[in-house]
């Protein structure tokens, strides 16, 4: 049985930056500082998923259960309380690089983070290549 990914995306580098444009002005901040980090580091313009997510690259994905699609490889989405970093699909814990990322609280593809403070933006750019990179080896990898 095969259901319809909710996750779309929505609009290009125009609608994301119109959306980091209405964010509160700390957040505002600190979603420019996420985006100037994740295409240094991805090689990819971002594209807005969701209405709220903003994803750099896509990928293809076909589940054992005949579930597929395609969703943004990487990415975040700058939420009031807590920004969510997307590190897909979540199969590995990245202990060495959790220990020394800083202060953050993790789902299986969800790392969230309060504050760009409580973290070292160096090891959350390694973290993103290093889920990038696992994540191409199993579905590849392709700009957004």
């Known amino acids: 049985m095969s259901r319809a990914n909710k996750t779309l995306p929505e609009g290009g580098i125009t609608e994301v930056e119109a959306f980091i444009a209405a964010l509160p002005a700390r957040r505002r901040r600190e979603a420019e500082a996420l985006d100037a980090l994740f295409r240094k580091t991805t ?46 699909p979540g199969y590995a814990p990245y202990s060495d690089i959790a220990t020394r990322l800083g202060k953050h609280k993790r789902g299986k593809s969800c790392w969230y983070v309060n504050k760009l403070d409580d973290i ?24 957004g």
Not at 44 to 68: C, K, V
Not at 127 to 139: C, M, P, Q, S, T
Request: aromatic share 12%; net charge neutral.
């Open 120 to 143: 070292d933006l160096e090891v959350l750019g390694e973290l993103i290549a290093r889920g990038l990179a696992d994540l191409n080896a199993k579905w590849p990898v392709q700009p």
């Open 43 to 88: 090689g990819f313009q971002p594209r807005l998923w969701a209405g709220s997510m903003i994803g750099y690259g896509q990928y293809h994905y076909t589940y054992e259960s005949g579930r597929e699609g395609d969703t943004l490889a990487t990415g975040f989405r700058p939420a009031k309380a807590r920004h969510s970093i997307y590190i897909m």
